[in-house]
């Protein structure tokens, strides 16, 4: 299994589907504006 389909059933199974379906953009988003992994999360 990918890592990221692992993080899919992890985020399916805790019911956090607004951010496993928003993920890619999200990461994308703070890739861009040069966030840390705790900032991205805290965003």
């Not at 899919?8 to 504006?33: F, K």
Request: charged share 35%; aromatic share 2%; glycine share 0%.
């Amino acid at each position: 299994m990918l890592d990221t389909d692992r993080l899919d059933e992890l985020l399916t199974r805790l019911r956090l589907t607004a951010i496993r379906d928003q993920l890619d953009s999200l990461l994308d988003e703070a890739s861009r504006a040069q966030m840390t992994l705790r900032e991205a999360l805290l965003f």
